[in-house]
């Protein structure tokens, strides 16, 4: 038995969906909701619910205790991520879950002056809490989304340029339904005990270079207009966006220029028996039709 977290979300129905597709049986995956109610798709194609919270340890316990391998995806609440987790994993271990998997994410540095440590520290947190639990572990540590990329540029980018403080950062976000299919697969086989993987694109890009395909795909000259930080934050606000987002933003352009999220080893291509699909693919895909 499987079973899968934050199952109601983006990735986790993704890694649902791949499952079901490639024939794996649904009354053999447990989905964990917060409630019924959102969990309703999921119950429709077979699957079971648990209903838990990371908050509330005991009702973790419980659903878990089917498990023979727990996908355990991380949280989406930013506050108290890392005591969410740790505790996740423990309730994972009382309830005798043999192989855990877990959604961490792809990273240069574990140090605490990482310009994205306000989003690595509850997942180096989290992979501590694994090493030692005792389980057994397969780490994926996830690039960050190519999905982000439209919301980053917005929505007049062909006016405005590529307006992001990345400096010629290399980076290899790749898309999450790969990441979802990946994530299927590696639950589909075995011999993944105790390994870590690089879910990213297998070729770095930069900020340039999207400004760069955008130009070839409008037909006129897209720039990449690379502000300092601060000149970054001032303006998103004026535009409207919320100071957290702004951060968050700001936070993940400083990584992409401190090569955080380059490629390196990426696992990806292998664990999906294909390429990933490339940032010009997915910009062909978002902006070809303009
Ligand atoms: P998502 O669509 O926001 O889904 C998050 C899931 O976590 C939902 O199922 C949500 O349940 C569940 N959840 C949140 N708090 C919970 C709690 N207290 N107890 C139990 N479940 C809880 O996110 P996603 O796109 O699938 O991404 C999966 C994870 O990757 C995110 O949670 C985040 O940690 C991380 N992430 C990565 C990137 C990246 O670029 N690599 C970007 C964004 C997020 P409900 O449906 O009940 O809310």
New binding site residues.
């Given amino acids: 038995m499987i079973v899968i977290?934050?199952?109601?979300?983006?990735?986790?129905s993704g890694v649902i969906e791949n499952l079901i597709q490639k024939g794996y049986d649904p009354s053999n995956i447990i989905a964990?909701?917060?409630s019924e109610e959102?969990a309703q798709s999921l119950k429709a194609k077979g699957v079971q619910i648990n209903i838990?919270?990371?908050?509330d340890y005991s009702s973790l316990v419980e659903a878990f205790k089917e498990a023979d391998k727990l996908l355990f995806?991380?949280?989406?609440?930013m506050e108290n991520r890392a005591e969410?987790q740790v505790s996740t994993v423990k309730a994972a271990a009382e309830a005798g879950v043999q192989h855990i998997f877990y959604?961490s994410?792809q990273r240069k540095s574990d140090m605490p002056d990482s310009p994205i440590n306000f989003v690595t520290n509850s997942h180096i947190a989290t992979e501590k809490a694994i090493y030692e639990s005792g389980m057994n572990y397969t780490l994926l540590r996830?690039?960050?989304?190519m999905d982000?990329l439209p919301w980053v540029l917005g929505e007049n980018v062909a006016e405005t340029g590529v307006f992001y403080p990345a400096n010629d950062g290399q980076i290899a976000y790749a898309l999450?339904s790969d990441m979802a299919e990946a994530t299927a697969n590696i639950l589909m086989s075995e011999n993944h005990e105790n390994k870590e993987y690089n879910l990213s694109n297998s070729a770095n890009f930069s900020f340039g270079m999207v400004a760069d395909h955008l130009s070839d795909l409008f037909g006129k000259k897209v720039n990449y207009v690379n502000p300092n930080a601060d000149v970054y934050k001032e303006t998103m606000l004026n535009a409207g966006a919320a100071p957290m987002v702004v951060e968050m933003l700001a936070g993940f352009a400083q990584g992409a220029a401190q090569g955080e999220f380059e490629a390196g080893k990426s696992d990806l291509a292998k664990l999906l028996g294909r390429d990933a699909v490339t940032y010009k693919e997915f910009l062909n895909g978002m902006y070809a039709t303009r």
């Fill in positions: 977290t934050g199952a109601t979300g983006q990735l986790g964990l909701a917060r959102k838990g919270d990371y908050n995806i991380s949280s989406n609440e969410q959604t994410i996830n690039n960050l989304y982000i999450r």
